[in-house]
């Protein structure tokens, strides 16, 4: 990379507005390199009837979007989006849209499955892995979004895992917000530089946080330990930044936060988005694996306490490469799954 880009963010709450995106190259949730954000709601949705009962009775479930879609079902389909996303697409739209994308589509594959904050996104990508499909539902089960994209993957990269294993970098049960190895799955992959990065939150009961959402004491993530995923020196260190708050107020020229370096041996950890002071390292330090070295934060251009975590080939993750990690026990960490860093 020749130069730094404008911008890096982590969004990594679901945006409760409307959005079309049929044809579209945006996402509704928005990571690094996204442009736009949106402070969280004050309340959690409501959910009188669960998103797979609301389906089933107008008429498919969740998991059928991909189906109907390429049996052309589209008057069926147009029927479960709701207003506002009506008011932006006409079923003709829909329609053209739809047999475009769907042409030398034989079989739509499941990627992803997240329930979250009231909402439930579901991806999919085609059986040559060239085309995606994303659905979001709300929790009466009606469409809110729905998105189609040409995917560009890079075997190159993909299939080359880091030299070194790398542990989970916290303790107890995590949910991968952004994960994989496609664009629908793992926002970063777009870019280079953070191509096999992860964005990881804590859940209970599908939330990410209880009580007042503007707090990021709210938040399960928020003041966890984090720790050093192998032995190595630490190369750089930034402690100083506040915490963003309320949340959903983002800090875009200091974007990766409170954030540790550590050189693995050729190999950098980048732990990006810490609390505020909270960094108990320093340059020069020798870690060790499981060695905590700070807590999650909710520092620099993010929208809710969350750890970045990536494994690149350099100390500057501005002008190096993600590598994809090679975790410990042959982990496979993908969008929407709970992983455990018990042993």
């Known amino acids: 990379m020749n130069k730094k880009p404008k911008k890096i963010i982590h969004k990594v709450i679901l945006n409760t507005r ?56 589209y008057k069926e389909l147009y029927a479960r989006f709701n207003q506002p996303l009506k008011d932006e697409i006409s079923e003709a739209e829909l329609t053209e849209t739809g047999k475009e994308f769907t042409k030398g589509i034989h079989a739509l594959e499941k990627a992803s499955t997240m329930q979250l904050n009231g909402f439930d996104r579901r991806t999919w990508v085609s059986d040559a892995g060239n085309k995606g499909l994303v659905g979001m539902f709300d929790p009466d ?17 993909d299939n080359v895992l880091s030299k070194h294993e790398y542990a989970l970098p916290f303790e107890g049960d995590w949910y991968v917000f952004w994960g994989g190895e496609n664009v629908l799955v793992n926002y970063h992959y777009e870019l280079e530089i953070q191509r096999y990065a992860y964005d990881f939150i804590q859940t209970k009961d599908n939330y990410s946080y209880t009580g007042d959402p503007l707090k990021n004491e709210s938040y399960y993530a928020f003041g966890k330990n984090i720790l050093a995923p192998a032995d190595g020196t630490v190369v750089s260190v930034v402690n100083d930044i506040k915490d963003n708050e309320p949340v959903g107020v983002m800090n875009p020229n200091q974007a990766t936060g409170n954030i540790v370096v550590i050189d693995h041996g050729g190999e950098y950890s980048h732990l990006a988005h810490l609390k505020h002071g909270s960094v108990t390292v320093k340059p020069g330090d020798k870690v060790e694996k499981g060695e905590v070295i700070g807590l999650i934060g909710n520092s620099g251009n993010t929208s809710e306490a969350h750890l970045h975590f990536q494994i690149s080939d350099g100390a500057d993750l501005f002008t190096s490469r993600a590598i994809r990690v090679k975790w410990e026990k042959n982990l496979k960490p993908i969008q929407g799954e709970t992983i455990s860093a018990a042993n």
């Open 141 to 157: 089960g009606t469409i809110t979004l729905i998105q189609v994209q040409e995917l560009t993957p890079s075997p190159e990269t």
């Open 18 to 73: 409307t959005a079309l995106a049929v044809g579209s190259l945006s996402l509704l949730m928005a990571a690094c390199g996204g442009e736009n954000a949106d402070v969280p709601t004050t309340e959690k949705a409501e959910q009188t009837t669960s998103p797979a009962t609301a389906a089933i009775l107008s008429g498919f479930a969740p998991d059928e979007l991909s189906k109907i879609l390429l049996d052309g079902k």
